[in-house]
């Protein structure tokens, strides 16, 4: 099977754990809680990047043209224009160069490496949190204050340990993975 084949699969399946991770809700004010970053972080731990890319893009059009991928089985480019739509189009805009960068890792030092590829996930979150949150704030008219106190603060330590569990699961994934 070529590597395009492959890579357009994983996407594929990729993008339903995506999906999958989103119906997973608890409603938790205007911003859910969902496994829906967890997904998205382990395909970025996983992915090659352009796989990871393709699944994002994937999702994102499905839900716009109302596929109910996204969190409590919405679909809909007015999830996108809404006050969480933000932190979907930051998954967007960072995952790519995120598992770029995680590819480009070569380190002799697995804690070094590790470290990165944990620090890349951070990284995807805060773009994600950058983005959702000025979303948040343009659309709900809301301070900064409280775009933080409703968008990031009761969600950063959990998403931390999403990230960590992420890494951990893809540790053992990636062991039985064949992406070449």
């Known amino acids: 099977m070529s ?36 997904a998205i972080t382990l395909v970025l731990f996983i992915g090659k990047p352009k796989t990871a890319l393709l699944a994002m893009v994937i999702y994102v059009i499905l839900g716009a043209i109302g596929a109910p991928v996204f969190a409590s089985f919405k ?19 960072g995952i790519f160069p995120m598992a770029f960068a995680i590819s ?41 204050i409280v775009a933080l106190s409703t968008c990031v603060i009761p969600f950063a330590l959990i998403d931390l340990c999403k990230i960590i569990v992420a890494w951990s699961i893809s540790l053992l994934v990636k062991k039985h993975l064949v992406t070449d």
């Open 75 to 93: 679909g809909g480019i007015g999830v996108l224009l809404g006050p969480s739509g933000g932190f979907l189009l930051g998954y967007l805009i």
């Open 104 to 144: 480009k890792i070569k380190s002799d030092n697995k804690v070094t490496s590790n470290v990165l590829v944990i620090v890349c996930g951070i990284a995807l979150t805060l773009i994600a949190y950058a983005i959702g949150t000025i979303q948040f704030m343009v659309v709900a008219n809301a301070s900064a």
């Open 3 to 38: 590597s395009n084949i492959k890579d357009i699969i994983l996407a594929a399946l990729f993008t339903a754990f995506i999906a999958v991770g989103a119906m997973v809700t608890v409603p938790f004010g205007p911003i859910p809680f969902t496994l829906q970053t967890f």
